[in-house]
């Protein structure tokens, strides 16, 4: 990690703060040269057919981008915004916690990659994403 990355506790206090990520319900289990790994916790609202009962791909999409999102975070020691994000879903997401594996592809002066791979509670994949992020400095 970087000078100015941020540890799991951090980057677990950073990621609270915003009102969809907490709905989310997102605890960071790990992180490390290699990125980090979170979970989020399973809710009923993200079904999206109550008959076959799977959870919708916008939910698994936005879990891809904050896990990408925050492992670049882990390295600059802030998020940045998305400017791209393709998602690509492998299986059914079944009710029941996610956990994704995210890592920095590139890390540049402006613009980064990072990915990330969800998992479902058997240890499936269900879907994997790559987004590309600005990671230009703030202006003062």
């Known amino acids: 990690m970087s000078e100015a990355g941020l540890t799991l506790e951090q980057l677990q206090e950073r990621i609270a703060v915003g009102p ?37 791909g916008g939910i698994l999409s936005a879990i891809i981008d904050v896990a990408a999102d925050y492992a670049i975070a882990a390295k600059l020691g802030r998020p ?17 916690d996610l956990t994704a594996k995210a890592r920095v592809v590139r890390l540049g002066s402006q613009y980064s990659t990072a990915e990330a791979s969800l998992y479902d509670q058997k240890g499936e994949l269900v879907a994997s994403g790559r987004g590309t992020y600005f990671t230009a400095a703030p202006r003062a």
Not at 31 to 50: F, I, Q, S, T
Not at 80 to 96: C, N, Q, S
């Open 20 to 56: 969809f990520n907490r709905w989310l319900n997102f605890t960071v289990t790990k992180v490390d040269e290699e990125g980090l790994e979170m979970k989020a916790a399973w809710r009923e609202e993200w079904v999206v057919n109550p008959d076959r009962r799977y959870t919708h």
């Open 80 to 96: 940045v915004p998305t400017i791209d994000l393709r998602v690509d879903y492998h299986k059914a997401a079944m009710p029941g």
